[in-house]
């Protein structure tokens, strides 16, 4: 579309956390009970024993982590599933659509193991996506100029060289802001809560439509 703002998304994360009913306390002291059974839910996505990080000797309950990751020499995206004693994450960066399926499996495995290994219910599900989107040829004061209404632009003095939003909805925030990592880009994190009962299949037809969206208000184009 000529009218539209090509750009380009130099860095992106997403994640997927789940929070439990209540913390697993039948792991305490042996979280091998979990890890075995981790290990065979994610190994079609490669995940490596050897890649493992135990994270359990702090005095707080809250700071101990197990995490499981692929190899470096993986090839991309980038995986990470993090088990806490009231939590379950799994963070992959650089997502691409066109691997949307395999990453929801690896989010519905992750979560289906869990509830098995821990015996306990889940509370809420939570997902995220944070991205740097970077334009090469129109200034980003100029994408976000459509966020600003006439009375904010009343508000101090000097040339206006940037402006965002944070949005709260029900269950749900927008964040547009200058990026600090890239050059004339923008940070965009999009959040939404769901009860245990949303299927990650509709979770992720809800993500894409508000990263479709936000490209439509911004008027942007390129590959999400």
């Known amino acids: 579309m000529a009218d539209r703002t090509p750009v380009e998304i130099p860095f992106s ?22 890890v075995a059974p981790f290990m065979e839910a994610l190994a079609p996505w490669g995940f490596a024993f050897e890649e493992t990080e135990f994270q ?17 020499t993986a090839p991309p995206p980038q995986m ?57 040829t129109t200034p980003r004061s100029d994408l976000t100029g459509v966020l600003l209404t006439p009375q904010a632009r009343e508000l101090m003095d000097g040339a206006i060289v ?33 009860d245990n009962a949303a299927g990650i299949g509709q979770i992720a037809e809800i993500l894409l439509r508000d990263e479709r969206k936000l490209w439509d208000v911004l008027g942007l184009e390129g590959e999400l």
């Open 80 to 136: 990470r599933v993090v088990v806490r004693w009231s939590s379950l994450t799994v963070s992959v960066d650089q997502p691409d659509w066109s691997g949307s399926e395999s990453i929801a499996r690896l989010c519905s495995t992750a979560l289906e193991t869990i509830v098995r290994v821990a015996n306990v219910p889940v509370q809420s599900q939570q997902v995220s996506l944070n991205m740097h989107v970077q334009s090469k």
């Open 162 to 194: 940037g402006q965002g939003l944070i949005l709260h909805r029900e269950n749900a925030m927008i964040l547009i802001d200058n990026s600090a990592a890239f050059a004339n880009g923008l940070f965009v994190r999009i959040q939404r809560t769901f």
């Open 13 to 34: 994360q997403f994640e997927y956390t789940v929070t439990l009913g209540r913390p697993m306390l039948g792991l305490v002291g042996k979280f091998q009970d979990m």
């Open 56 to 72: 359990l000797a702090s005095a707080k309950p809250r700071d101990h982590a197990v995490t499981f990751q692929r190899p470096s």
